[in-house]
């Protein structure tokens, strides 16, 4: 489905007077780059500005209409260094693969290559934070880039002040419901404590309030709201405050650190309209990945500087289906969900359905999976997956080698005895798969 409706013209859009490429040969170059693209594809080309929401199956060629959709509106809208377009995606290698796209693009336009940048989440954090010291708290040239997990010295230096600080709430953890003082028993309690239980809460709880915007100080009043008789916020809050205390000393900062810095800095005023008239547009790719707190600062860097209540100018393109980054971050594509929902109310969902990427009967059997799933007795009133059909690309379509026929049967099913195994026969097929067919790619 493509979007209809155009939301009306902000002031972000005024700046730029609408106006399109001057050069005959530039409007026959983006017609044809237009044309190259599918039907779900063709939604971000045609994009006027305002907000647009993209919901895209596995392998739609996100980043390939993107790129196209980013080449057409810095000619478009003649951007240039002081009135860039900004792409964000989630990983290094995804930024730098449609950065190349979009040079490419511009290149065959003959514009400028500074007419737009293309970030990572935190790439973009860091660099507003980092051109800000005084305001994010941040200089990177004494600051050190940790990743916080239980096993982390980090984290146990904060759990080890945490239980000499609060020896109370220790003791309370220590004995339970049911300790009868016995010496062995307590030494495995401690150990427990101090090695699994006490770093695993101060890993999940620092890296999730931290992405959700909240303090120690927040956690502490959430606390009061509970009746648990551990008070386990309370120590979460504890544990999460150690934490910060000792990363301060030290000068490490974590990737959550970065996201909040930049919102420090734009929470002033006239560096966020700064900021705001430096960036025209918002495009990002793999929105499902994002969290609330890295949405805001994207959702603050595409509002109108002149008419804060006026349509962002904020392209997202995500899979809602796809949960693979929320399982070792904060992410949730719930929110991505929302987003495409809310859009869709205002007639600014677009929907990407074909993809070349799989053989037919891994497409069907997706399918199968995700109306199986939504169908279960087991979901309840709110489905787990949005219903969204993977379709086989047309015949006519570029991508070389879509749909390949399948190799084997095309869809296999084992059923390993555990995890170890379940390594092992991936390892043995993939090997087996290379050495019977080097040319192919995975």
Known sequence: MTNDKQPTTNNKQQTTNNQQPTTNNQQQILQQLRDSLRQGQQSM?????GQLAVSAVPGAGKSTGMAVAAAIAIARYRLHAKRQLVVVTFTRSAAASIKAKIRAHLNSLSIPQNSFVVHTLHGLALNIANRHPDLSGINLENATVVIPRSSNRLIRSAVEQWIALH??????LL???SFDGEETERLRRQSVLRTEVLPKLAYIVIHEAKSSGLTPEDLWKLNQQTNDPYETLAIAAGLYEQYQAIA?????????DMILAALRVLNNDAICKMWQKQYFAVFEDEAQDSTQLQYRLLQTLATDPNNPSASLNFIRVGDPNQAINSTFTPADPIYF????????????????????RSSTIIIEAAN???HWVNNSRLTGAELAFRSQNIRPVDADDPQPDANPRPTGQGLEIYTPRDIYHTVELIGERVIELFTSAPEHRA
Request: net charge negative; with cysteine; aromatic share 14%.
């Open 368 to 370: 199968f999976v995700l």
């Open 248 to 256: 301060r000393v030290r000068n490490f900062i974590d990737y959550d």
């Open 337 to 356: 969900n929302r987003f495409c929902e809310d859009c869709q109310v205002q007639e600014l969902l677009a929907t990407m359905d074909q993809a070349g």
């Open 175 to 177: 004995e339970g419901q």
């Open 45 to 49: 080309a045609d994009w006027r500005g």
């Open 167 to 172: 020896p109370v709430r220790y003791s309370t």
